[in-house]
Structures are given as C-alpha cells and as structure tokens.
C-alpha cells in the first residue's frame, strides 16, 4: 500500500487509489485524526486551523476499510452542515481534495421532498461514496426509510455543537442513532466524528457534558505540536 505524508513526516495509508492527494496534514491533525479512530470524537479547533482536513483523513480510512466491491456502489459517509452555504463548500472542498471518489451534494433545491419512492434515492446515491447536505435532509430521509442509518459508516457533524434539543442534528442522534444502537448494537450504528469551532465547547463544562452525550463522543483538542495552531 502506497502512503502520504503530513507535514510531520508521518506517514498514512494512501485509502484507496485516490491518485495524487491534494493536501498535507499536519502533526496536530494526525494526532485528531488518530484519535477519532480509536473512538467518537468532536474535534475542537479554531475556525481556519483545518478541521476539515482531518474528516478528509478520516474519509480516507473509511473507504479504505471496505472491500473494492462494496467501494463501487454503497454510500458510507454522510457530511454533515447546518447551512446550504456551508454544504456548498464543504462539498466543493472535499471533491477537489479527494477528485478519485464520488461526492454527491444533496440540497432541497435539488427536490428531495418530492423523492417518495425508494428507486430513487437508490438511483440518486448509487455509485456515491460521500453525500454531503444539511442535517434536515438526512433527518427526513431517515424518518422516510429511504436511508438506513445501519448502511453507513460514518457521520461527520460539522458545526457539531448544534446538536442539542430539537435541532435536526439531534434528531438524527436521539431518533435513530440511539434506536439502532440499542436494538442492533455498537456494530450496526455508524462512527461518529464532529466538528466545532464554538467556545461553548471550551467554556461551557455543562453544555459540554449535553453535546458530547447526544453525539455519543468525547470533545477533544490537540495536545502534539500546539504552535502549529498559530
């Protein structure tokens, strides 16, 4: 297996054939990168310091893990955003970052509240390793049964501190992360990895404790090569 390197000279497996990878990561983010493979993790890190590289690392692993076969057709990743601005960009992001795999950006603009039949979500996503959309649009398709949160492998939430009362992201935690989870076990529910910038995280023990439970993860921030943050 082929590797690449972060800035630290530390080597990560090339995931897949991904051809020639867009980005250096550095030491912390190898470091939140690492930590989200050992268990759930909402990465706390200032605006601008790369968190999205490090779901881009993460994104990588995962794909990595399936056989080829599955690689072709299944839908094991959804990036997860609180804006259609916000989707946009990720979305623009992670398809130029990662130009090997198949990302599809699902927006209500794109009708999806019209997609009453299960062919074609099944047409839609077919082929597609990464969906990106709101949190709103994964809550719908979930509570339709045209996606199945046992089929993925991995939720990404951006902007993870809004998940708490009734916000969509929380739906989709309370609703049907936590429903699988207790009636198929830890096996049949997807990893979770979040993504925050907020100072609640940091300031707020009690809200801190809220998020973390709702999202089934551990806030965590870099401990290696802090200098590089700034």
Request: include cysteine.
């Amino acid at each position: 297996m082929s590797s690449f390197k972060g800035s630290g000279g530390s080597e990560l497996p090339a995931a897949l054939p991904l051809g020639q990878i867009q980005f250096r990561s550095r030491a912390y983010q190898l470091e939140m990168w690492e930590m989200s493979l050992q268990k759930n993790v909402i990465v706390a890190m200032d605006t601008g310091s790369g968190k999205t590289q490090i779901a881009l690392l993460r994104i990588c692993t995962e794909l990595d893990s399936l056989p080829p076969e599955m690689v072709k057709y299944v839908v094991v990743i959804w990036f997860l955003a609180p804006t259609v601005a916000l989707c946009q960009q990720q979305h623009t992001f992670i398809s130029d970052q990662l130009p090997a795999i198949t990302v599809r950006l699902l927006l209500g603009s794109d009708g999806v509240d019209r997609w009453h039949d299960q062919s074609i979500w099944d047409t839609v996503l077919s082929g597609v390793h990464v969906v990106v959309s709101t949190y709103a649009i994964l809550a719908d398709a979930l509570g339709n049964g045209f996606v199945k949160m046992q089929t993925l492998a991995l939720l990404i939430f951006d902007e993870a501190h809004y998940c708490t009362l009734n916000h969509p992201a929380n739906r989709i935690m309370k609703n049907f992360y936590y429903r699988q989870k207790k009636e198929g076990g830890l096996d049949t529910v997807p990893r979770i990895l979040g993504l925050t910038a907020s100072p609640v995280i940091r300031s707020n023990p009690a809200e801190l404790r809220s998020i973390e439970n709702n999202l089934d993860s551990i806030a965590v921030t870099p401990r290696k090569q802090r200098h590089e943050l700034h």
